[in-house]
């Protein structure tokens, strides 16, 4: 199972925080590589699910939206980035959102 599938994965169970930790690695190799946007692309994933992480489990509703404002930013940089699985990384987004919907509810 590869990094963005182990990510997805953990988006479904609610384990926000790890899934933040699953994709740090490939953020630091796209960014020692000078890969912008695929760097970009993956620190919007990270920001989403930490967004999560802060409104669902530490309860920091300012926080949170802190956070996610910075996946709003840089979500569009997954439809320009050249990453393996390209599809996983738009279905992560899409389960970002509609995890997000959640958040209005509360």
Known sequence: MTQIEKFIQALKEQRFVEAHELLEEDWR???KKGQKVEEKAIQGLINGATAHALFFIKKRPKSYEKVWKVFEKYKHYISEANLENINKFHE???LLLEINKKVYKN
Do not use: M
Request: glycine content about 0%.
């Open 92 to 94: 992560a987004k899409e």
């Open 29 to 31: 190799f796209y960014r």
